[in-house]
């Protein structure tokens, strides 16, 4: 699968601390072993010059406060809030100079942020995405960008899940639905 590198960015999904980290309140021993994959695909997207973004899953203390329906806090417990150390990127992925942070407080990077908007702006079609939960903001992240008319492709061995079939349904439905999947081996720039 061949990419140009001036059109397309590595959507690095909330690969934090609450998530990643083995003291985190969300950490899955499966998440944790994506940070490596992970780490290749940034180092790959870097070499040939491929624009670089990650998301931070971040809630405000009381972002779901009064809500009718939608809370992750009951969902999920209380995780990665607005200032703490959960909410930080993991330190063996930090970003660099140069690569853009997009703070979400939703599944989807693209609702309520400036995703779109930053994209569009720098000619970026095609995006690489890798990162946590597949099969969930991976997930809902790769939708909202097929639906925006953005190439969605899952790098499938890069991907941190809960469980074995939930990764496999992600990609699954990624691929057949609105996007494409790929391994780390097959990703290739001109």
Known sequence: M??????????VVDMQNGFCHEEGSLYAPAIGEAIEPVGDVIETAREVGAQVLYTRDVHPPGQFDGNHYYDEFERWGE???????????????????????????????????????WL???????????????????????ASAGLRDFRPVVVEDALGYIEE??????????????????????????
């Open 2 to 11: 061949r990419f140009d590198p001036d059109s397309t960015a590595l959507v």
């Open 79 to 117: 995780h990665v809030v607005e200032g703490s150390w959960e909410a930080e990127i993991v330190e063996a992925l930090e970003p660099e100079e140069g690569d853009h942070v997009v703070e979400k407080h939703t599944y989807d990077a693209f609702y309520e942020t400036e995703l779109e908007g």
């Open 165 to 190: 079939d939930h990764l496999e349904y992600a990609v699954e439905h990624s691929e057949w639905l609105f996007g494409e999947a790929t391994t780390r081996a097959g990703l290739e720039f001109e």
């Open 120 to 142: 569009t702006a720098r000619g970026i079609d095609d995006l690489v995405i890798c990162g946590t939960l597949a099969n969930v903001c991976v997930l809902h992240t790769a």
